[in-house]
């Protein structure tokens, strides 16, 4: 039902940029809270960017904030992460999150989301 699948990463070089997108099976607008969080192996997921649909708003990671920005389209169901300057510890496998059932809690935690994509690989080279 509210399957989620991501597509954009790929490898760039230190300074460059990306646009990853994740394409929900249902309206944007029946997900409470929508998120990227990214993750490198042995580490915990981290939380990058979020969007509470309803009131459209947004949330950064402070290691982010002014470089990458979250958005949506409606009509394409799809939301997107714009990641810019990239730097090399930017790299990590990003995932799409979405909490349809209002779960509460930081947008930060894993806890809220009930869907997960299958994750799209970003390398950032020197």
């Known amino acids: 039902q509210g399957q989620l699948v991501e597509s954009g990463g790929g490898s760039v070089q230190a300074g460059g940029s990306l646009r990853l997108s994740c394409a929900a099976s249902m309206d944007i607008s029946k997900y409470y809270l929508m998120s990227w969080f990214r993750q490198i192996p042995g580490m915990e997921r981290e939380g990058v960017a979020a969007?509470?649909?309803?009131?459209?708003?947004?949330y950064y990671a402070d290691s982010v904030r002014g470089r990458f920005n979250i958005s949506r389209d409606d009509a394409e169901r799809t939301l997107y992460l714009h990641m810019s300057d990239l730097k090399p510890e930017d790299s990590a496998t990003y995932y799409c999150?979405?909490?349809?059932?209002?779960?509460?809690?930081?947008?930060?935690?894993?806890?809220?989301?009930?869907?997960w994509g299958q994750g799209t690989q970003v390398t950032v080279t020197v």
């Open positions: 999150a979405a909490d349809s059932r209002a779960f509460g809690g930081a947008w930060t935690s894993e806890r809220p989301y009930n869907y």
């Open positions: 969007l509470y649909t309803a009131i459209d708003t947004t």
